[in-house]
C-alpha cells in the first residue's frame, strides 16, 4: 500500500510504503464503539451535586405534633417532600464515570480509524510544515492549497470540524498560525487518539515517516 506525500506547496513530493498493521485493516465497529465510549467517560467532568435529606438544613424538630392538628403527620422538613429538603436519587459528583480501556483495545481501535480514513481517502501526508512567523493569512492560503487537491475540496469550506493537523513537533509559529481558524485544530502526532480524528473531516500528517515509525513503536508497547 502506498500514499502521496505532499509538500508544503501541494505538490506531491514522494511517495510512502503504509504498513498493513496500521493503514490496512478491516472496520470494526463494535472495538470503535467501545473504546470512544469509554474515552467519552473518561472525559466526563462530574459537577452535578444535590444534598441527601442528611446534609440540608434545619429539619431536627418534629413541624408539628403527630395527631390532633388536621394536617398530614410529618417527622422533619427535610424531607424529600418539602420545598427546600433533600433531594432522593439525585446526582452526586462523588461518582466515577471512568472506564478501563486496555492499550492494545486502544491502539487497535486508533489504527482501525486510520484504516477506514485512508480508505476514504481523508488522509494528507505532508512533508514539512514550517512558517517564518506566525501568521494567520499563511494558514489560510496554506489551507486553499490544500483544498485543490483530489479529495480534500470541503478543507476550506467545511464550518466545523474540517480537519485535524498532527506535527511533528510543536513549533510556535505553526501553532499560533492555525490558533485563529476555527474549523482546524493542531496537535502533535504522540498525542493522536481515537476520538479526535472521528471528530474531523480530514486528517493532515506531517513528517508521516517518523510518525508512521512512532505508530509501530506504540502498537509493540502496547503488545
Given at each position: ?23 490496512g485493516l478491516?472496520w ?11 474515552m ?30 388536621g ?22 459528583n ?25 480508505r ?7 512533508e ?27 478543507m476550506?469550506?467545511?464550518k ?38 472521528l ?25
Amino acid at each position: 500500500m502506498e500514499a502521496k506525500v505532499y509538500n508544503q506547496k501541494g505538490v506531491e513530493a514522494s511517495k510512502i510504503a503504509l504498513p498493513e498493521k496500521i493503514f490496512g485493516l478491516p472496520w470494526n465497529a463494535d472495538l470503535v464503539h467501545q473504546v470512544v465510549t469509554s474515552m467519552r467517560s473518561d472525559a466526563r467532568v462530574n459537577l452535578a451535586h444535590t444534598k441527601t435529606r442528611g446534609e440540608v438544613s434545619g429539619g431536627g424538630k418534629k413541624p408539628w405534633k403527630q395527631k390532633g392538628t388536621g394536617q398530614a403527620r410529618h417527622g422533619s422538613t427535610r424531607s424529600p417532600i418539602w420545598v427546600g429538603g433533600g433531594v432522593t436519587h439525585g446526582p452526586r459528583n462523588e461518582k466515577d464515570y471512568s472506564r478501563k480501556v486496555n492499550r492494545r483495545m486502544k491502539a487497535k481501535a486508533l489504527f482501525t480509524i486510520l484504516s477506514q480514513k485512508m480508505r476514504d481517502g481523508e488522509i494528507l501526508f505532508i512533508e514539512n510544515l514550517t512558517f517564518t512567523a506566525p501568521k494567520t493569512k499563511d494558514a489560510l492560503s496554506l489551507m486553499k492549497t490544500w483544498s485543490q487537491i483530489k479529495g480534500f475540496e470541503k478543507m476550506v469550506s467545511k464550518k466545523r470540524n474540517a480537519a485535524l493537523i498532527n506535527i511533528w513537533s510543536e513549533g510556535d509559529a505553526v501553532k499560533k498560525s492555525f490558533n485563529n481558524i476555527g474549523n482546524i485544530e493542531l496537535d502533535e502526532v504522540r498525542n493522536l487518539n481515537p476520538l479526535d480524528i472521528l471528530n474531523f473531516k480530514y486528517l493532515v500528517i506531517e513528517k508521516p515517516e517518523e510518525s508512521i515509525k512512532f505508530m509501530e513503536n506504540k502498537m509493540a508497547t502496547a503488545k
